[in-house]
């Protein structure tokens, strides 16, 4: 089972394509600016080399070098524009160089001299000083025009460009984490409900369906789905109880008759031995079959009418002690000491009947599975929100593996059950059902060759009494409209 919910396992597929998106668009336009910018560079190196080229250059047959010289000081004024213009002879001698321009750090003399050759025309970038320098070297009428400039700027631009985007994509992952975190919880709002109903579905009584969310999409045809299953479902097990039910009511009388024959039979004068001893394991064998369908009837009664019991207060102390008395015979008879670890009398909401028999049937578990010279102790306590009633014993303990099927019918472990015990696996199998009757929660710990633990949760009476109390409902009320309580 996956430990992370439907709503974040969403956000972080969300919030993971998002991610994915942010950085192929941070990595283009990172790209694409860079190429921008520095194609605008090597674009106006180039226009200014060819400027210079086409208004100065050509003219220095007519009008002389110092022309150039002027004329280029006067339109680019590299000391203040940040320009780097150098203009060589084709004997390689520097026609004109710039000057350094203001507040710069690098100067035009420490540039390295470019690589002469006939129609030279290239980029190249220089470091100077820790500032890059683009270059544009061209041939012009056997003259080489450098014109260069600082990219400082355009770096500049990439570098705030990256920080921003590194700055801003996890707050944006984050707030985008958190709105979508949030808004996940609406559609999924359906989800939460049918979960929380079919928790509930048959713990109460049968009938109950999941609502139906009318939204004309998959949630609405799930929540039919569901409704139809559980319906079948509940057919399913209705029938299976009505077979246990009418196969335990068919079974009664047979084995009445059976019984009553095999007892006036037994009475014969004159009867072999070995006749006696065969009908008397017959009727063993049939008071066997007996108490089986009897606990199929009790399961069955429970099965078909769980609310029809009536919860009134029980004092759990009293009923324990009387109850451990009443089956200290039994544990004497198998040599096992019964202790009742006598408490504070507590008050619970139970059927006084009902909540017996299954403490009868617990002790006679525990009796049954402890071996001579054993021990099985009954103990209660007040917890906050129920009383808890322990019958705890040294018998040999059940399998961790066989542990969760102790309370299905017919369920018999091989070490700690065994048909030779009398057991029919249908003891626990009442125990549960009398729990889910009276609101009570039973559960079971052991360990093997050390013994078994059974733990019941009663609801207090106190608890009870003082809702009634303040809704002004009477002090007897059946098990589902208590629950009705609570949930108001």
């Known amino acids: 089972m996956n430990g992370l919910s439907l709503r974040l396992r969403v956000t972080a597929w969300y919030i993971g394509l998002l991610a994915a998106a942010l950085l192929i668009f941070g990595t283009f336009l990172y790209v694409s600016l860079n190429r921008f910018l520095f194609h605008s560079l090597n674009k106006s190196l180039f226009d200014n080399a060819n400027n210079i080229a086409r208004e100065f250059v050509s003219k220095a047959p007519l009008r002389g070098e110092l022309f150039i010289t002027h004329e280029v000081n006067e339109t680019y004024a590299p000391e203040s524009s940040g320009w780097f213009i150098r203009i060589l002879r084709s004997n390689h001698t520097i026609l004109y160089q710039s000057a350094r321009p203001y507040k710069a750090q690098w100067d035009p003399s420490t540039i390295p001299m470019p690589k002469l050759r006939p129609h030279l025309d290239s980029y190249s970038s220089v470091t100077v000083k820790g500032d890059h320098l683009a270059i544009h070297t061209m041939t012009y009428h056997g003259y ?261 099927h102790v309370f299905d019918r017919f369920y018999r472990t091989d070490k700690a059950r065994s048909r030779m015990s009398g057991g029919a696996g249908l003891g626990l199998s009442i125990v549960k059902a009398i729990s889910v009757a009276i609101a009570a929660h039973v559960s079971l710990t052991s360990r093997l060759e050390e013994g078994t633990t059974a733990r019941v949760e009663i609801p207090l009476w106190e608890n009870y009494q003082a809702i009634s109390d303040v809704q002004g409902w009477p002090a007897e009320i059946s098990h589902i409209e208590h629950e009705e309580a609570s949930k108001t």
């Open 144 to 404: 080489f025009i450098q014109v260069g400039r600082s990219s400082a700027l355009e770096r500049g631009s990439l570098r705030s460009l990256l920080l921003t985007l590194v700055l801003l994509t996890p707050f944006t992952l984050i707030v985008a984490a958190f709105g979508g975190y949030l808004l996940m919880s609406q559609p999924l709002k359906p989800v939460v409900a049918l979960t929380k109903h079919a928790e509930i579905v048959g713990v109460h009584h049968m009938g109950e369906r999941l609502p139906v969310i009318r939204t004309g999409d998959e949630l609405e045809r799930l929540s039919l789905s569901l409704n139809r299953m559980i319906a079948r479902l509940e057919e399913s097990l209705a029938h299976n109880r009505r077979f246990s039910a009418d196969v335990s009511h068919e079974l009664r009388t047979p084995l009445t008759i059976l019984r009553g024959e095999l007892e006036h039979a037994i009475q014969v004068p004159g009867l072999d031995p070995n006749v006696l001893e065969s009908i008397g394991s017959a009727l063993e064998e049939i008071e066997r079959m007996a108490k089986i369908v009897e606990n199929l009837l009790t399961i069955s009664k429970f099965d078909s009418a769980p609310n029809d019991i009536t919860l009134q207060p029980v004092g759990l102390g009293e009923l324990a002690t009387s109850t451990v008395e009443q089956m200290s015979l039994l544990a004497v008879e198998k040599n096992i000491t019964l202790v009742c670890r006598s408490g504070p009398e507590i008050m619970v909401k139970s059927d006084p009947v009902r909540l017996k028999q299954m403490l009868v049937n617990l002790l006679d578990n525990a009796i049954k599975y402890t071996s001579s010279g054993g021990k099985v102790t009954v103990a209660w306590q007040k917890e906050p929100h129920y009383a808890l009633l322990m019958v705890e014993d040294t018998g040999q303990g059940i399998a961790p593996d066989e542990l969760p």
